[in-house]
């Protein structure tokens, strides 16, 4: 299986800060690699796909970069809403495998 | 819009089936995968296994020899059947339409849990 590498694991920021968290793969995996939002008592929701791609409807504030095995999400300016546990996904192979998340609690 | 719709059983006995189903609303069934993704409490994903229209399926090999996915497309359905269940399938169980491209998780269902205990 592809390993899946996130850090830091837990994150504390304030509104308005710039905050980036990286993904490394165990082996290459091109671009195949999304980053999912997930809230307390909610099903995940895709932010970014195919390392780079925004989904409709997210926030330009959300970008993705990488490829090969070293990915980043950065959120520009952190907002409320913004506080979450984050994970990426590798595509590339299955079985499909995530990282083991990122908190970001409010400073 | 979208929406996937899912249902089963929440409480099980060690070795007994887990048993669940989604179902698709608004959109099409054919041209995607159709994937199960499960959470342990306070742990993270776990990617399960995937069926599309065909009956074609992806599982996971951790899994593979107590689990079957299987597609209902008259209903625009999929299951879900986990066999001699233990305490570590206790989990929130996910459904979730693959989409294509670089085979992304875009549409979600609201989760089933599903606790495991004597």
């Known amino acids: 299986d592809i390993q899946m590498t996130q850090s830091p694991s837990s994150l504390s920021a304030s509104v308005g800060d710039r905050v980036t968290i990286t993904c490394r793969a165990s082996?290459?995996?091109?671009?195949?690699l999304n980053w999912y939002q997930q809230k307390p008592g909610k099903a995940p929701k895709v932010l970014i796909h195919?390392?780079?791609s925004l989904e409709s409807g997210v926030p330009s504030r959300f970008s993705g970069s990488g490829s090969g095995t070293d990915f980043t999400l950065s959120i520009s300016s952190l907002q409320l809403e913004d506080f979450a546990t984050y994970y990426c996904q590798q595509s590339y192979r299955t079985p499909y495998t995530f990282g083991q998340g990122t908190k970001l609690e409010i400073k | 819009q979208v929406q996937l719709q899912q249902w089963g059983a929440g409480l099980l006995k060690p070795s007994e089936t887990l048993s669940l189903t989604c179902a698709l609303y608004?959109?099409?069934?054919?041209?995607?995968?159709w994937s199960w993704i499960r959470q342990p409490p306070g742990k993270g994903l776990e990617w399960i296994g995937e069926?599309?229209?065909?009956?074609?399926?992806n599982y996971n090999p951790s899994r593979k020899s107590r689990l079957t996915i299987s597609v209902d497309t008259s209903k625009n359905q999929f299951s879900l059947k986990l066999s001699s269940v233990t305490a570590a399938d206790t989990a929130v169980y996910y459904c979730?339409?693959?989409?294509?491209?670089?085979?992304?998780?875009?549409?979600w269902g609201s989760g089933t849990t599903v606790t495991v205990s004597s």
């Open positions: 608004g959109g099409s069934f054919s041209g995607y995968y």
């Open positions: 069926i599309d229209h065909s009956g074609s399926t």
């Open positions: 195919g390392a780079s």
């Open positions: 082996q290459t995996i091109s671009r195949y």
């Open positions: 979730g339409r693959k989409n294509r491209g670089y085979d992304y998780m875009d549409v």
